[in-house]
């Protein structure tokens, strides 16, 4: 890994690998670096200052690994953490670093999806109370309306590999039951957890046909494409072997090395990483 400048994506847990696969189909040439706090996540229930703080840990740890730039692939950290980050915490340890987040490219284009202008968004408890997706949609679509819902068994479901399993069911069709309540005119979904597309079958098997569920991982990684060109000071200092090395602060590497082999091509061996 010395020398090597690799593109560094974190998410609490496993979501993340669901705009990994999309960033690294769009952009195989790039080195990458995940890591999933898979031992303290969820992160969807926890405070602001919990969220924050973890956060910047795992950020930390991939800048220490040689990431010039971090992709936070998890709508909670990109909601409680991301701003704190790149206005405060940046400039203690090296302003030339970036990270970015996954709302605002998602807010930019979810507009477009929709017919009659009303788009439900499910996501966690920390999410959805931060206002986030409600604020930065209304900036670029100001006639959409949006409602949302928060799901805060699904990521729990999913961490411990539950979500294909029949007992998922039950959940699924209570949160989705609930955000449709709020508006028969909603024709849109969006997935703002980027766990949830590991949920995305069953929760488009009950919903009505005409309901569109978009998931965010092709969102983010055209995003990041374009964020490239934008800015070819960052596009320059990148590696390109394309190497992809995965970590875990869970120190049973199992679970996360089945869920993401399913992921990828080639198989994935994830790696330890002790959080001091
Ligand atoms: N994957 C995350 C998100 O996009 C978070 C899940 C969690 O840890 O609660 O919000």
């Given at each position: 890994m010395v020398n090597k400048q690799p593109i560094g994506i974190f998410d609490?847990?496993?979501?993340?690998l669901t705009v990994f696969r999309s960033i690294a189909n769009l952009l195989p040439q790039y080195d990458y670096v995940y890591l999933g706090d898979n031992a303290r996540a969820p992160y969807g229930n926890r405070s602001f200052n919990t969220i924050h703080q973890y956060t910047w840990e795992c950020v930390q740890e991939l800048f220490a690994m040689g990431c010039p730039l971090v992709v936070l692939a998890c709508n909670t950290a990109s909601a409680k953490a991301l701003r704190t980050i790149q206005q405060q915490d940046l400039k203690t340890v090296d302003p030339t670093k970036r990270v970015l987040g996954v709302i605002r490219p998602t807010a930019e284009v979810i507009g477009n999806y929709t017919q009659t202008k009303h788009i439900g968004v499910l996501g966690t408890k920390g999410t959805v109370q931060s206002g986030s997706y409600l604020l930065e949609i209304a900036n670029f679509f100001p006639d959409v309306t949006v409602h949302q819902q928060s799901c805060p068994l699904w990521v729990p479901l999913i961490e411990n590999a539950e979500h294909d399993k029949p007992g998922s069911d039950y959940f699924v069709k209570k949160y989705l039951d609930q955000l449709l309540e709020q508006s028969a005119d909603i024709d849109t979904i969006l997935l703002a957890c980027t766990h949830y597309p590991l949920l995305q079958k069953k929760i488009e098997a009950y919903l009505p046909a005409h309901i569109r569920v978009v998931a965010q991982g092709d969102i983010v990684a055209q995003s990041l494409v374009n964020y490239l060109q934008r800015h070819p000071e960052m596009e320059s200092k990148l590696s390109k072997t394309g190497e992809k090395r995965f970590f875990t602060t869970s120190d049973d590497t199992t679970d996360f090395d089945n869920l993401a082999t399913s992921f990828f091509t080639e198989p994935v061996k994830s790696s330890f990483l002790h959080l001091k």
């Open positions: 609490s847990g496993i979501g993340g």
